[in-house]
Nanobody
């Protein structure tokens, strides 16, 4: 059974930090990358950060560079998103997904986070004073 479980969200003040966790299970290990996306009501889901499976290369959208860090712990089968200096515009429902569509030989230097076709329930991040 394919399953993704996200956790770690919460309510924080601007400037605060949170660490999100993503645990996928049941997936074949030929995915290209694991990514974090976020969605705000009335807007499309957007990619935030992802990490390439083959070389661990992280990819970030411009608005989170220098504040967010994506990492993985293979032993725990967990991908983390460390979010620092949070801003109100970071508020949203954060989802994790696996990209099985990108071909394995795609150059990671040119990779942009790609949608997967399986999503977890998401974890809510609210940044507010």
């Amino acid at each position: 059974q394919l399953r993704i479980v996200e956790s770690g969200g919460g309510l924080v003040q601007p400037g605060g930090s949170l660490q999100l966790s993503c645990v996928p299970s049941g997936f074949p290990q030929d995915y290209y990358a694991i990514g974090w996306f976020r969605q705000v009501p009335g807007r499309e889901r957007e990619a935030v950060a992802c990490i390439v499976r083959s070389d661990g290369r992280p990819v970030y959208i411009d608005s989170v560079k220098g504040r967010f860090a994506i990492s993985r712990d293979s032993a725990k089968n967990t991908v983390y998103l460390q979010m620092n200096n949070l801003k109100p515009e970071d508020t949203g429902l954060y989802y994790c997904t696996l990209d099985h569509l990108t071909l394995p030989n795609f150059n990671s230097a040119n990779y942009h986070c790609n949608n997967g076709d399986t999503w977890g329930q998401g974890t809510q991040v609210t940044v507010s004073s």
